[in-house]
């Protein structure tokens, strides 16, 4: 198969953790993948850099999801680059320090919604402009990941997150209802507690061992764990499934 007939991805927060594990996979499975990345331009480098080692195609795009102009900016890369667009990761996500809702600030919250919800809208909405058959387009997949928190609200920790994670998943539901005829399944991932450097981001270094006891398996989950199911939904072997929300979560 030429270059130009592979697949095409974006994974949103590809640089580390969950992201760089479904770019890994990805790229395994013939996918030529654009790894997004904030802040940390190694890590989404190194990542780029196992993929094109192993020979795969892959590129880093910096771009802050909070951003409307930098997600603008960040597909118009991905066009000129690949030139096709046949899939997207909505990975980026970010919590914040442990607190009860009567403690958070409307800084915390615009900013948890506006990169966890709006965010995640914006990039799907700018993929379906790419691959909806409505708009010309070939077709395509989006994969949303969510959290185990949507259902479980996150008391004491991070009720916010959790109901920016629930706001995922409504529109999931809808997003892949409004497209289902236009060539674009659109599902989610709902992963439990997974060992990613996400906790400590959060003020809680220890929190996947803490949380541990809890969960059915007794362990926290792999990043890769996480990335199998969205490659699934991506893959044609799901291609029945749309508005599905899978919960990976050791039983949690
Ligand atoms: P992580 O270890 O904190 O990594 C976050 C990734 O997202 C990094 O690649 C980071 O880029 C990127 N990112 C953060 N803010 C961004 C922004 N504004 N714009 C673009 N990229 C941004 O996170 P993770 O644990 O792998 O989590 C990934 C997703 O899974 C998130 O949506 C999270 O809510 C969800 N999730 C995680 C868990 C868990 O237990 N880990 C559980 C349920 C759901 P840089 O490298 O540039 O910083």
Redesign the pocket.
């Known amino acids: 198969m030429s270059l130009t007939e592979r697949k095409t991805l974006l994974v949103?927060?590809?640089?580390?953790?969950?992201?760089?594990?479904t770019c890994l996979m990805a790229a395994k499975k013939g996918w030529r993948v654009a790894v997004?990345?904030?802040?940390?331009?190694e890590?989404?480098n190194s990542i780029v850099a196992a993929i094109v080692a192993a020979g795969g195609d892959a590129f880093a795009i910096?771009?802050?999801?909070?951003?409307e102009a930098?997600i603008l900016a960040m597909f118009k890369a991905v066009d000129e680059r690949f030139g096709r667009l046949d899939g997207l990761v909505?990975?980026?996500?970010?919590?914040d320090q442990k607190a009860r809702v009567d403690e958070m600030s409307v800084e915390r919250l615009e900013r948890m919604m506006r990169?966890?919800v709006v965010?995640t809208i914006l990039c799907a909405r700018e993929a379906i402009r790419r691959m909806s058959t409505r708009h010309g387009g070939k077709g395509g997949a989006i994969v949303n990941?969510?959290?185990?928190?949507a259902e479980l609200g996150s008391a004491g920790e991070y009720v916010d997150?959790a109901a920016s994670?629930g706001a995922?998943d409504s529109f999931t539901i809808g997003l892949a209802r409004e497209v289902a005829e236009e060539g674009v399944r659109v599902n989610g991932v709902?992963?439990?507690?997974?060992?990613?450097?996400?906790?400590?981001?959060g003020g809680q270094p220890d929190?996947?061992g803490r949380v541990a006891p809890a969960i059915p398996m007794k362990r926290?989950?792999k990043?890769e764990e996480?990335a199998g199911a969205i490659l699934w939904l991506l893959s044609d072997e799901a291609s029945y499934a749309t508005g599905t929300i899978v919960t990976v979560s050791g039983g949690r």
């Not at 949103?12 to 760089?20: H, K, L, M, P, Q």
């Not at 990941?145 to 928190?149: C, E, K, Y």
């Open positions: 949103t927060g590809g640089s580390r953790n969950i992201g760089a594990a997004n990345y904030t802040a940390n331009e890590a989404a910096r771009g802050d999801i909070g951003s930098e909505n990975n980026a996500g970010v919590v990169i966890n965010g990941v969510s959290s185990v928190a997150y994670k995922v709902r992963p439990g507690t997974i060992d990613t450097e996400i906790h400590a981001s929190r996947a926290p989950g990043a996480i």
